[in-house]
């Protein structure tokens, strides 16, 4: 009999709309094996702006760390993860999605959080990462046992990246850098509008028949989130590889004020400094 319930459990977490949640996009709508469609093939754009983003921020990793690297790939993830959710609405589904923003939360918190910020009883990079991996990990276990416990996880992270990002920008001089973080609070604003409005103004939007605000979120934030990653990643090669002359320019092209931005390091002949 327990391995029946188990089992009977099991399915439940997996079982198509075992979720709570269900966005305000009309389901089945379009295909019977995909509960929200425009919100599934939305969250594919992560896998066109992660390949990008890995290709432009590799001179920059590969003088800073490679580990600079897996923000990316695992941004891959939390792409693969919300197209799987939105395709079933399944818990299992819900919680592999929230947990795949948690840990990229927590990677680029470990990777480019200021080591001057650091708490006086952390002394390197290394000790401070193993101390976020296992708030990370601690985290991620509870979220099966109650999953609201995410939220305050990536509230805590999310938060406390953002005060620090504009703790960093009160000292930085270079023009370029704030016309990037003005795009990337404005993208931000622009997607979390959607997020909002598709969550708590759904009556309205199911009038006027235009439900895929939610999808529309998926678009902006990441984009919202390479242009973050890009401006972080910008103040943390002055700080950390100051030798590179790192400056910003925007793909495809440098000219256009808009467009996917990365660093060039003007010169990599000084020996790095230790982290």
Same mark, same amino acid.
């Given at each position: 009999m327990?391995?029946?319930?188990?089992?009977?459990?099991?399915? $439940?977490?997996?079982?198509? #709309?075992? *979720?709570?949640?269900?966005?305000?996009?009309?389901?089945?709508?379009?295909?019977e094996h995909v509960v929200e469609y425009f919100n599934t093939m939305s969250s594919f754009t992560f896998f066109i702006i992660s390949p990008i983003m890995l290709y432009l921020l590799h001179p920059y990793a590969k003088e800073r760390n490679l580990a600079v690297h897996t923000v990316w790939i695992m941004m891959t993830f939390v792409g693969l993860f919300s197209?799987?959710?939105h395709m079933t609405l399944s818990f299992? $589904?819900?919680?592999?999605? #929230?947990? *795949?923003?948690l840990w990229v939360l927590a990677v680029g918190y470990a990777t480019w959080f200021p080591r001057k910020?650091?708490?006086?009883?952390?002394?390197?990079r290394s000790t401070f990462s193993k101390l976020v991996l296992g708030v990370t990990v601690i985290s991620t276990f509870s979220s099966f046992v109650k999953p609201t416990a995410n939220a305050y996880a990536l509230n805590c992270f999310g938060l406390h990246m953002l005060y620090t990002l504009i703790v960093e920008m009160r000292?930085?001089?270079?023009?370029r850098a704030h016309h990037l973080?003005?795009?990337?609070?404005?993208?931000?604003?622009?997607?979390?509008?959607?997020?909002?409005?598709?969550?708590?103004?759904c009556n309205f939007w199911k009038k006027v028949d235009f439900c895929y605000l939610h999808g529309f979120w998926h678009i902006l934030i990441a984009i919202a989130v390479a242009y973050g990653s890009t401006l972080i990643a910008f103040l943390d090669a002055n700080y950390?590889?100051?030798?590179?002359?790192?400056?910003?320019?925007?793909?495809?092209?440098?000219?256009?004020?808009?467009?996917?931005p990365h660093i060039v390091l003007k010169s990599t002949h000084k020996t790095r400094k230790q982290c």
């Open positions: 327990g391995g029946i319930c188990t089992s009977e459990k099991m399915g $439940g977490i997996f079982a198509y #709309e075992s *979720s709570e949640i269900d966005w305000c996009e009309d389901n089945y709508k379009y295909s197209a799987y959710f299992m $589904g819900q919680m592999l999605d #929230e947990l *795949s923003i910020l650091f708490p006086s009883f952390i002394k390197d000292s930085c001089t270079d023009q973080a003005k795009l990337s609070i404005g993208l931000w604003v622009m997607a979390i509008s959607c997020w909002l409005s598709d969550r708590f103004g950390e590889i100051p030798y590179s002359l790192p400056g910003l320019h925007f793909w495809p092209c440098d000219k256009w004020p808009i467009g996917i």
